[in-house]
């Protein structure tokens, strides 16, 4: 990423008028509330809007909603909102018509780079304005990545790695952001709906999600079962019949513990298929060198897979982040 690049900056009116020609520019009006309509396309939890509720009646709405026009139909789609406007709907429907007409800001948009760049303002107006659930955090970081893929294929200048970029900008590290990446791109659907609802953290799914999906629906019918699933649990469901994973040389002195490794040169076998080196934390897909917890022990006791496919790391960071504590019950004590 291009020293001092700030992606808030590139999305400021004066920063888009030198990358795209468009200045941004907002319409006010007052719109029936019949004429606003949810964007399909909103992740954002809209449940209990009670608070919200009680507040707008009591105060009136603080802060208009924003929206852009849906073509030539006289209606509007809200771009930020949401929950606003459904606290609004309830109102109205309860026969509070002093709420009917909505302040709106109008979205002016030129064309598709500033569709995106008023969606974008969106995302980062949630991100730091409300506590996100683990789904909405990874949806946020999906939506952002395809996002700013269509600005660069838009003619939008945007340096250096997209992953780094999103991380940077939603203050939050790499690898998170790419467990993100895994899960979105891994996770059964099942486990997709819990992930959503709160059934399953984060780390539970991105656990999961290093499973082949048969495997991944056999742990689904446990959890059913059970009402729960940990770690320690997914990772007894994992077996060898996972994507093969080249094996770890093992290393000779504990001097070398978690030093750089180098893929081995297996371009002159013979494979029945092409073999993936994936970080057991993250998810990552590992080109070049990577890293091993070199320890007895501990290979011995948590990392459990034949191959050792489970003790690679494409960082030092992730390695740290792997060792993870998971708080017991005095009842549940060996």
């Not at 990423?1 to 992606?7: A, H, Q, S």
């Not at 009116?13 to 949810?38: C, H, T, V, Y």
């Not at 809209?46 to 009680?54: F, N």
């Not at 999961?208 to 729960?228: I, V």
Request: with cysteine.
């Amino acid at each position: 990423m291009g020293k001092g690049f700030d992606l808030k900056s590139l999305l400021s009116n004066k920063s888009l008028e030198q990358n795209s020609g468009i200045r941004a520019a907002f319409d006010q009006e007052l719109i029936d509330i019949d004429s606003l309509q949810p964007d399909g396309r909103n992740f954002y939890s809209v449940d209990d809007v009670q608070d919200l509720i009680d507040s707008i009646s009591l105060v009136g709405l603080e802060q208009n909603l924003v929206v852009r026009k849906d073509g030539d139909r006289n209606a509007y789609i809200i771009i930020s909102g949401h929950r606003r406007w459904k606290a609004l709907r309830y109102l109205v429907d309860e026969g509070r018509e002093e709420f009917r007409m909505v302040p709106c800001k109008v979205s002016s948009e030129h064309g598709q780079i500033d569709a995106i760049i008023t969606e974008l303002r969106l995302i980062f107006g949630n991100a730091t304005s409300r506590r996100l659930s683990d789904y909405e955090q990874t949806q946020q970081v999906m939506r952002m990545k395809e996002l700013l893929r269509a600005l660069k294929d838009n003619g939008v200048k945007i340096p250096g790695r997209l992953q780094s970029l999103i991380a940077d900008t939603l203050k939050t590290s790499k690898s998170r952001v790419g467990r993100m990446e895994n899960i979105a791109g891994n996770l059964a659907p099942e486990f997709q709906e819990e992930f959503k609802s709160g059934g399953i953290n984060m780390s539970v799914a991105n656990e999961l999600s290093g499973m082949p999906q048969d495997q991944q629906r056999d742990a689904y019918a446990q959890y059913k079962e059970k009402g729960r699933i940990t770690i320690s649990e997914v990772k007894q469901h994992k077996t060898t019949t996972q994507i093969e994973r080249p094996a770890v040389p093992p290393q000779d002195t504990a001097k070398e513990a978690m030093s750089p490794q180098v893929p081995p040169d297996t371009s002159e076998e013979t494979a029945p298929e092409e073999k993936i080196l994936a970080c057991a934390y993250c998810g990552s897909v590992i080109e070049g060198q990577w890293y091993k917890c070199f320890d007895s022990f501990m290979r011995h006791d948590y990392f459990s897979r034949p191959d050792e496919s489970d003790n690679v790391f494409c960082s030092p960071d992730c390695f740290c982040k792997s060792m993870i504590l998971e708080a017991m019950n005095g009842g549940d004590a060996p």
